[in-house]
């Protein structure tokens, strides 16, 4: 059993230890001391462990990106300031998408040409989204606007997916559509993500399925190696720009490895659909939470 265990685990034990000594040496570097982020007191700490586990266990669950759940809980609840948030999540999912993806690209379970084409497009529009967040930055109004309105998307495909009204699942090992359809779909994502710093997962599922017609299993392995090298470019570009609460991150990314692991254990306890319905409706309130704030209105 103990073999067992090491064998199947021995990725995520090692991504955990290094992620704890990096969390350990930011914090004693000063990694948080950023302008407007709160002081990384104990509390907080166990605090973002636990919104760590919450994100990746819905990822586990229903394969949609921690940053959804983790963005707006530091932002609004934490005190983070939106580009700090921003900068911050997207720069957690480096870690969570190598976890997750590891395990599809070792199965084989994703559209290896999709990936590339759809990888490609989305490093140039992470490059691309990333220069635009540099002239949102200074406009919080309007770059929270962007997020409520980014935040829709997720919340209606999982509404509608929660009351039953998806389409059926697609069969098959590979995704239909030319290359150039995929890169400038990917192109897309990626300028999203380096703008609200989502991670692009929550886009890339629903857009492969509905555009592409694309296999649910090759779309979930699919995405997750697409969001690899797209989180890398977004977060480390967020790094140098100065938008990352480094140890803050380190924290989350600890937890959603370990709470996508529990997600995965557990899936099959749970009906998907009204999981769906639960998380689709946080995130429409999130929504318009972000929007009533870009026309200065307070909603708790």
């Known amino acids: 059993m103990n073999g067992r265990f090491w064998q199947v685990y021995r990725p995520v034990i090692v991504l955990l230890v290094v992620i704890t000594a990096l969390?350990?040496?930011?914090?004693?570097?000063?990694?948080?001391?950023?302008?407007?982020?709160?002081?990384?007191?104990?509390?907080?700490?166990?605090?973002?462990?636990?919104?760590?586990?919450?994100?990746?266990?819905?990822?586990?669950?229903?394969?949609?990106?921690?940053?959804?759940?983790?963005?707006?809980?530091?932002?609004?609840?934490?005190?983070?300031?939106?580009?700090i948030?921003?900068?911050?999540?997207?720069?957690?999912?480096?870690?969570?998408?190598?976890?997750?993806?590891?395990?599809?690209?070792?199965?084989?379970?994703?559209?290896?040409?999709?990936?590339?084409?759809?990888?490609?497009?989305?490093?140039?529009?992470?490059?691309?989204?990333?220069?635009?967040?540099?002239?949102?930055v200074g406009h919080i109004d309007l770059l929270q606007l962007i997020l409520g309105l980014a935040f829709l998307l997720p919340a209606i495909r999982m509404i509608y997916e929660g009351i039953g009204r998806s389409k059926p699942k697609q069969e098959g090992n590979a995704i239909p559509g030319g290359s150039s359809g995929f890169a400038v779909f990917g192109f897309a994502i990626g300028v999203l993500t380096g703008i609200v710093g989502l991670g692009g997962g929550y886009a890339l599922v629903p857009g492969l399925i509905y555009l592409f017609g694309a296999p649910v299993y090759i779309t979930m392995g699919t995405s997750l190696a697409v969001m690899i090298p797209m989180a890398v470019v977004a977060g480390g570009i967020k790094l140098a720009q100065g938008f990352v609460a480094l140890t803050t991150a380190l924290i989350l990314a600890a937890g959603t490895i370990v709470g996508a692991q529990v997600g995965a254990a557990v899936i099959k306890r749970f009906r998907p659909n009204t999981l769906k319905l639960i998380f689709g409706l946080y995130f429409l309130y999130v929504s318009v939470k972000f929007i009533a704030a870009y026309f200065g209105i307070a909603i708790w």
């Open 23 to 83: 969390a350990i040496w930011s914090y004693l570097s000063g990694g948080d001391r950023l302008s407007g982020v709160p002081l990384l007191t104990p509390l907080r700490g166990v605090l973002l462990i636990v919104v760590g586990l919450a994100a990746g266990f819905l990822g586990g669950l229903i394969g949609t990106g921690g940053c959804s759940i983790m963005l707006p809980v530091i932002h609004f609840w934490m005190g983070y300031p939106a580009p």
């Open 85 to 136: 948030a921003i900068g911050t999540t997207i720069f957690a999912v480096i870690f969570t998408a190598t976890s997750g993806g590891y395990g599809h690209l070792i199965r084989k379970n994703l559209d290896r040409r999709a990936t590339l084409w759809l990888a490609g497009g989305g490093i140039l529009g992470v490059i691309f989204g990333s220069w635009l967040f540099t002239i949102l």
